[in-house]
Structures are given as structure tokens and as C-alpha cells.
């Protein structure tokens, strides 16, 4: 199974479940024509690009750093029906569906989570310029899919590119940090390919049961900084050939 211009796939977790009550009718739709001849092998969670296999991915990257203890406990609850791997799956469909004026499906546990998501300021009076949009950059072997790029309507100028995170409580909504790197990632790749389409501004949307929150950052002064760091420490653990 590979995807062409979209990370999207089968929905998951819509088993016994509703129809969103949310209509998008406030996201007019834009989209971004896809990067050409770059591809997503979602089950490698592989890229490839011009035919040739894209080296790393923007996950790998950006928790490269990542402490043993941390990865044994994301792992530790990644799995299983209250796991952060479908909550994510599922809210990540729900929302791409909701900016793409389709409908979804979703099971009735999954309602905290959405309605205050789906109703947050952020996504009214908007056009949806992409989703889940699959992104390389020109210089550097490493790919990426950003959660979607939205617009006002009333300002086109002013283009936002998101990431949603999900997490399993209220509280963790506020703790819950910002993934500036994997955002600069994502902006600098896309102005590569869309220099037309300027990003203003990145935007982490924290989606929790009862309650969403938005943070907003700059691309040049938060997010491609922060990237440009991680790229840099990453790329000094890559073995080197001795020639």
C-alpha cells in the first residue's frame, strides 16, 4: 500500500459509531497541488521521492534525543483502545474530514475530545489550503506529512500550518509542549515547493477530553530555529564515511 500527495488512509476506530454533528461549512476548501513524485509507504513509514528512497523522516529526527525512560513510556501506552496511537488516528481523521467538508464517523467516546476541538476558533472562517500533505525537503534527505495548512477567508495572505496532538486528560492539555522542531521541519519544506503560498504562522492544537487549546508561534523566530537545531544535532550522530 503506498499514498501519493496525502498521508490519509483507511479511517480507523470507526467502529459502532456516529456521524459528526460538526459541519465544516465555514472551511471552503483550497488545495495545494501535491509535490510530485513523492510518495508514502505508510506501512515502512517510508518515503520516497523521484524514485528514490528518502533516507529519515521528521519523527525520527525530532526524537532522536529522546531518553530511554520516554520512549519506554510512550510505548508503554501507545497500544490498546485508551492508547495515544488510536486516539490519535481517530481525531486526526475526524479533523482532516471536518476541513476537507466530508463526513466522518466516530464512536460516542471519542465526543470530549471532538466537539471542542471541532468548535475552536481557529478552524471558523477558513479555507483549507491542505491535509494531511506529505513534504520533503530539496537539500536534505528527510520527509514528513504536516496535519493540515488553512487560511482566513478573509485575509488569504495569512496562511497557518497546524499540528494537532492529542492527549488523555484535561490537565495534560496545558502541560503538553510544542513540537517547534517538527513545525520548522514542515515550514521549511514547504516553502520550498510553495514559496507563493507564504506561511505566517505555526499553530500546536492540543486536543484533550473537554478541552482544546492553541499555540501559536512564529515560523522564522520559533519553529525553523528550533528545526535547524535538531537537524544539526541529528546529523552529527549520523556515522561518516571514511574515505
Known amino acids: 500500500m503506498f499514498v501519493i500527495g496525502s498521508s490519509s488512509g483507511t479511517f480507523w476506530g470507526c467502529v459502532a459509531g456516529r456521524v459528526c454533528p460538526y459541519s465544516?461549512?465555514?472551511?471552503?476548501?483550497?488545495?495545494?497541488?501535491?509535490?510530485?513524485?513523492l510518495v508514502f509507504f505508510p506501512e515502512a513509514h517510508r518515503y520516497m521521492w523521484r524514485g528514490d528512497w528518502v533516507l529519515h523522516n521528521?519523527?525520527?529526527?525530532?526524537?532522536?534525543?529522546?531518553?530511554?525512560f520516554a520512549k519506554d513510556a510512550m510505548e508503554k501506552h501507545r497500544h490498546g483502545p485508551d492508547g495515544w496511537e488510536l486516539r490519535g488516528r481517530v481525531l486526526h481523521r475526524v479533523l482532516q474530514a471536518h476541513l476537507e467538508n466530508q463526513?466522518?464517523?466516530?464512536?460516542?467516546?471519542?465526543?470530549?475530545?471532538?466537539?471542542?476541538?471541532?468548535?475552536?476558533?481557529?478552524?471558523?472562517?477558513?479555507?483549507?489550503?491542505a491535509t494531511e500533505y506529505l513534504l520533503v525537503d530539496r537539500y536534505r534527505s528527510v520527509a514528513g506529512s504536516c496535519d493540515?495548512?488553512?487560511?482566513?477567508?478573509?485575509?488569504?495572505?495569512?496562511?497557518?500550518?497546524?499540528?494537532?496532538?492529542?492527549?488523555?486528560?484535561?490537565?495534560?492539555?496545558?502541560?503538553?509542549?510544542?513540537?517547534?522542531?517538527?513545525?520548522?521541519?514542515?515550514?521549511?519544506?514547504?516553502?520550498?515547493?510553495?514559496?507563493?503560498?507564504?506561511?505566517?504562522?505555526?499553530?500546536?492544537?492540543?486536543?484533550?477530553?473537554?478541552?482544546?487549546r492553541v499555540r501559536r508561534h512564529s515560523p522564522e523566530d520559533d519553529c525553523i530555529p528550533a528545526w535547524e537545531k535538531c537537524w544539526g544535532e541529528f546529523q552529527a550522530l549520523q556515522p561518516r564515511a571514511d574515505f
Not at 461549512?25 to 513524485?37: A, K, L, M, T, Y
Open 24 to 37: 465544516a461549512e465555514f472551511c471552503n476548501q483550497f488545495v495545494q497541488d501535491p509535490i510530485p513524485d
Open 148 to 212: 493540515f495548512v488553512i487560511r482566513h477567508k478573509d485575509d488569504p495572505t495569512f496562511v497557518i500550518l497546524g499540528d494537532l496532538k492529542t492527549v488523555s486528560s484535561k490537565k495534560a492539555v496545558s502541560s503538553r509542549k510544542s513540537p517547534l522542531a517538527q513545525l520548522g521541519a514542515y515550514a521549511r519544506m514547504w516553502v520550498q515547493f510553495n514559496p507563493k503560498v507564504r506561511i505566517t504562522e505555526c499553530v500546536t492544537v492540543i486536543s484533550g477530553p473537554d478541552k482544546c
Open 103 to 129: 463526513p466522518s464517523v466516530h464512536e460516542d467516546r471519542w465526543d470530549p475530545w471532538i466537539e471542542p476541538l471541532l468548535s475552536d476558533p481557529l478552524f471558523k472562517g477558513i479555507e483549507t489550503v
Open 58 to 68: 521528521v519523527s525520527e529526527v525530532v526524537s532522536h534525543d529522546m531518553s530511554p
